[in-house]
């Protein structure tokens, strides 16, 4: 049964340097027409297997940008998505934004519509940095925006930082932890730069031209990040995210907790009846399919046990939590210790494991390596 739902909108005004979702430029789309499809494919989805939607927790509009629509769009996105899913128990309704496109207008149509939690894509207040990722706004925009966005009602704002970026300094770093921390936000959110293939970082590193930190920079700048937020009462209960008491993200540790959710759009996934399964990515192929009364739906898997507990441990090793023994047990009817004991052992002696009588979470020196740490958990290898 689906815990969330995640609704993809692919349309941007600006394509970032490091960005290797599905997206593309917002000018000259069928965006109304996809926001139809949208939502056609909810009720179609929900139509077919209601029992899989009793008990929805969160909804998150993710991208591309979903604050690239206008107003009067994401009004009609957001009475679309009541129409057809069952949003009266929600405890969670996020939206992705970018600080330069969020318009009071825009700011009211989301509010209005119910959406409760705003993630803003802020990276970094260095505007240097912010030139070279191939982001437009500015810091002025970013305090601008805040501030529209709680007069408007929000109080529950979440910003993205990124680190590890091209030429970034632990001084640029350090600034931007400053300014990112005075804001006075419930949650924020940090993540290293990932080179993927298909963006124009990947061209510019398969050409000797990308100035990444090493490995060794890159540790000190998470260090740094894991004690400021500390130091300022922000709790981290996942290796990227920390939050005040009562802020952490639901919608997020529906993944984490390797729980089911639908997904919905052009190149969404989704994992419902212990399946997973991916949209078609092209807009006009999702648009047809939905034209033509088909799920758009690109492939499917049906997740074996084994994998299954593979995510639990992977996925769940990510929170600060960790994994618990009760639970493990309660899922799969099978205890974590008789699959895992001697890699456990090896990871606690390792100090990079700790354990108690309730379950396993990485230590401080875990985080660091948490990627090296999950694949001791992939049974095939």
Known sequence: MARGVYIH??????????????KVFF?????????????????????????????????????????????KQISRLL???????????????????????????????????GVNRLSMGVQSFDQDLLKKIGRTHTNEHVYETIEKAKQVGFNNISIDLMYGLPGQTMEQW?????????????HYSAYSLIVEPKTIFYIQYAKGKLNLPTEDHEADMYDLL?????????????????????????????????????????????????????????????????????RPILQTHKVTSEEKQEEQMFLG?????????????????????????????????????SKDEHGIRLSRKGRFVGNDVFQQFLMGD
């Open 9 to 22: 909108i692919p349309f941007c005004h600006q394509i970032c340097n490091y960005c290797d979702f599905n």
């Open 27 to 71: 000018k000259n789309q069928p965006v109304d027409e996809y926001i139809e499809a949208v939502g056609k494919e909810i009720e179609m989805v929900v139509h077919a297997m209601p029992e899989q939607f009793q008990n929805i927790e969160t909804v998150f509009l993710g991208g591309g940008t979903p604050t690239a629509l206008s107003a």
């Open 79 to 113: 009475s679309l998505i009541h129409q057809y899913l069952p949003t009266t128990n929600l405890v969670e309704f996020s939206s992705e934004a970018n600080p330069d496109e969020l318009t009071t207008s825009k700011l009211e149509a989301l509010y209005n519509g």
């Open 174 to 186: 350090e600034q931007t932890l400053d300014k990112a921390i005075q804001l006075n936000l419930p």
């Open 226 to 294: 894991m004690k400021r937020m500390g130091k300022s009462g922000l709790q981290q209960y996942e290796i990227s995210n920390f939050a005040l008491e009562g802020y952490q993200s639901t919608h997020n540790k529906i993944y984490w907790d390797n729980d089911e959710y639908a997904g919905f759009g052009a190149g969404a996934h989704g994992y419902l009846k212990g399946e997973r399964y991916s949209n078609y990515a092209p807009i006009k192929k999702y648009i047809e399919s939905l034209t033509n009364a088909q």
């Open 317 to 353: 090793l990510r929170k600060n939590e960790g994994v618990s023994f009760e639970e493990f047990n309660k899922k799969f009817g099978i205890s974590m210790l008789d699959l895992y004991s001697d890699t456990i052992e090896q990871l606690v002696n390792n100090g990079l494991l």
